[in-house]
């Protein structure tokens, strides 16, 4: 079993950056894919990021490649989500996610955190 808690979120102007961390418990954390998903107001919960079990591979939504970086250290159960050159639409609460593979498809990831709001303003 994991337990996934989020932090990092916050307010920050657009052209800024802001870094998540996901903290895992278990020593299974090794184990799992990780994925970033984010839910802003109004509208539904989209994929932004996910990595592979090593790390050794990473996935991103068109709407954030080349600007938002996700990494993990599973010596520390901890993965994350660099987020630069943000722009207001990156206004949402972010979500991560463990499951077996690496996708963006919400369903297959099987364990979730709480969420942490991020706040882009003009």
């Known amino acids: 079993q994991v337990q996934l808690v989020e932090s990092g979120g916050g307010l920050v102007q657009a052209g800024g950056s802001l870094r998540l961390s996901c903290a895992a418990s278990?020593?299974?954390?090794?184990?799992?894919?990780m994925g970033w998903f984010r839910q802003a107001p109004g509208k539904e919960r989209e994929f932004v990021a996910a990595?592979?079990?090593?790390?050794?591979?990473?996935y991103y939504a068109d709407s954030v490649k080349g600007r938002f970086t996700i990494s993990r250290d599973n010596a520390k159960n901890t993965v994350y989500l660099q987020m630069n050159s943000l722009k207001p639409e990156d206004t949402a609460v972010y979500y991560c996610?463990?499951?077996?593979?690496?996708?963006?498809?919400?369903?297959?990831?099987?364990?979730w955190g709480q969420g942490t709001q991020v706040t882009v303003s003009s």
């Open positions: 996610a463990a499951g077996i593979r690496a996708t963006m498809i919400q369903t297959e990831y099987r364990y």
């Open positions: 278990g020593r299974t954390f090794g184990n799992y894919a």
């Open positions: 990595i592979t079990w090593s790390g050794a591979n990473t």
